[in-house]
């Protein structure tokens, strides 16, 4: 199966400032997506940006944006700017359609935004 | 447009019993799927249903089921609660089934067995 790892359980950013988090995965596909999801305390996961695999250019949403590199099969997320509401749990995800299209999650990393 | 909606929104239950999650898609989205999320295994795909159909189920045991209604509603069954399955249980939908869709998540529900 399919693995998401998300080596840092914390991280914290002070207000204003750029916070990197990273995700790493393995897959032997050619053919598919990634995606980081915002889960703050009220629990409602949200999408935060997404990066189709055979797109070499790097996924950007406004403040947010990854460096997508496929070969090291890593991808992390830059969060410029960062704001009070920033503040969540991120998760890292994959999905593939030649395994069902299901998502397969990193364990997430906690973002303390501090003011 | 209103939200994935899920009710109930916190359940509380003892070993043995059983009980039945419901999840409201947002409306024209005919994809469901569910997810359990636990501190330590974190967010595990349950199954996906589409045009009342399950397309894809992950590896838990046959006491989780579901199903998915006409009007794509879907409902989330579980039985003979174990201790292990206290979790929040996330439900998602997309307008179709496909690896591009975004799917948008419920609030979830916490269940709690004692």
């Known amino acids: 199966a399919q693995t998401v790892t998300q080596s840092q359980p914390e991280m914290s950013v002070q207000e204003a400032e750029t916070v990197t988090l990273s995700c790493t995965y393995d897959t032997s596909e050619s053919d598919y997506y990634l995606f980081w999801y915002k889960q703050p305390p009220s629990r409602q996961m949200i999408l935060v940006i997404r990066?189709?695999?055979?797109?070499?250019q790097n996924a950007t949403e406004n403040r947010f944006s990854v460096n997508f590199q496929k070969a090291a099969k890593s991808f992390s997320l830059k969060i410029s700017d960062s704001q009070l509401g920033d503040a969540a749990m991120y998760f890292c995800a994959y999905r593939s359609p030649n395994t069902g299209n299901q998502f397969y999650f990193g364990t997430g990393t906690s973002l303390t935004v501090i003011p | 447009k209103a939200g994935v909606t899920q009710t109930p929104r916190y359940l509380i239950k003892t070993r043995g019993q059983q009980v039945t999650l419901s999840c409201s898609p947002i409306?024209?989205?005919?994809?469901v799927s569910w997810y359990q999320q636990t501190p330590g295994q974190g967010l595990q795909f349950l199954f996906e249903?589409?045009?009342?159909?399950?397309?894809n189920k992950g590896n838990f045991p046959g006491r989780f089921s579901g199903r998915q209604f006409s009007n794509s509603r879907s409902e989330m069954n579980v039985s003979t609660l174990e201790l292990g399955d206290s979790a929040l249980y996330l439900c998602?939908?997309?307008?179709?089934?496909?690896?591009?869709?975004?799917?948008?998540f419920g609030p979830g529900t916490r269940l709690t067995v004692l």
């Open positions: 249903y589409f045009s009342e159909t399950q397309r």
């Open positions: 990066q189709e695999a055979y797109k070499q």
């Open positions: 409306s024209g989205h005919r994809s």
């Open positions: 998602a939908s997309s307008l179709k089934a496909g690896v591009t869709d975004t799917q948008y």
